[in-house]
């Protein structure tokens, strides 16, 4: 019998604007603008301000009917 491969998934709360748009596809400066303009939910943790991919994720979810 062959063994069993497991796969871990690795929930991310939050990442860099950086990761997010390499991630998406988007421009920095894009993710940035939308930070800016509230349509892109962020949370400030010391310096940084990261995308808050948690939250992006249970929006999602709530607009849709996952039945």
């Given at each position: 019998?062959?063994?069993q491969k497991q796969?871990?998934?690795?929930?991310?709360?939050?990442?860099t604007q950086e990761r997010f748009a390499q991630l998406t596809g988007l421009t920095e400066g894009?993710?940035?603008?939308?930070?800016?303009?509230?349509?892109?939910?962020?949370?400030?943790?010391?310096?940084?301000?990261l995308v808050n991919v948690a939250l992006i994720s249970q929006n999602?979810?709530?607009a849709e009917e996952w039945t």
């Open positions: 019998m062959d063994e796969i871990i998934l690795l929930a991310t709360p939050v990442m894009q993710v940035r603008g939308m930070i800016e303009k509230g349509h892109l939910p962020s949370i400030k943790i010391g310096k940084p301000r999602a979810m709530d």
